[in-house]
């Protein structure tokens, strides 16, 4: 439950308390139902991709601001929960770096070779959820790295340490 170096964890039992852990599961799984049972496909021809991108960075941030204020009532910095700093803007350089040759090798070399080898064809839901504008595409972009940074709050920050 504790990390090295960050004591912080090991003196107490959660670091939030149980409603608000509760009210963060609800609202992840309400999302997910409620998506679940949505025709995106029908409402991506009726209102565009845009609003579903902006619903789905609105709610990743509202859960992580929730987060945020359950945990400060504690004492419980945001930086003492995802662990980790930058020393030095090298640092944060090398990680981005990284980051980008894992994209461009394993999503674009080795994801497209095999799925061009095997003739993947995406679902009809996932194919309408793709951009087809300037605009979409650069709100999936915002879409993309708000649900990498809040997910990893959310789920590997926040809920396995609670």
Not at 135 to 141: D, G, N, Q, R
Request: charge should be positive; proline fraction near 5%.
């Amino acid at each position: 439950m504790s990390h090295a170096g960050n004591d912080r964890f090991t003196t107490m039992s959660s670091i939030a308390p149980a409603w608000h852990s509760a009210v963060v599961l609800l609202v992840m799984l309400g999302f997910s139902f409620v998506v679940a049972h949505l025709d995106l496909p029908g409402i991506f021809v009726a209102h565009g991709r845009a609003p579903c991108y902006l619903v789905v960075v609105l709610i990743e941030w509202a859960t992580v601001a929730f987060i945020w204020w359950g945990l400060s009532r504690r004492g419980i910095r945001m930086p003492d929960l995802v662990g980790g700093s930058w020393a030095r803007p090298v640092y944060l350089l090398r990680d981005l770096g990284i980051g980008v040759a894992f994209i461009v090798i394993f999503g674009g070399a080795v994801l497209q070779g095999l799925g061009h080898l095997l003739k993947v064809v995406p679902p009809r839901a996932v194919r309408a959820a793709m951009p087809q504008t300037r605009s979409e595409m650069i709100l999936w972009v915002l879409m993309s790295l708000t649900a990498g940074f809040c997910e990893e709050v959310i789920f590997r920050g926040y809920l396995q340490r609670q």
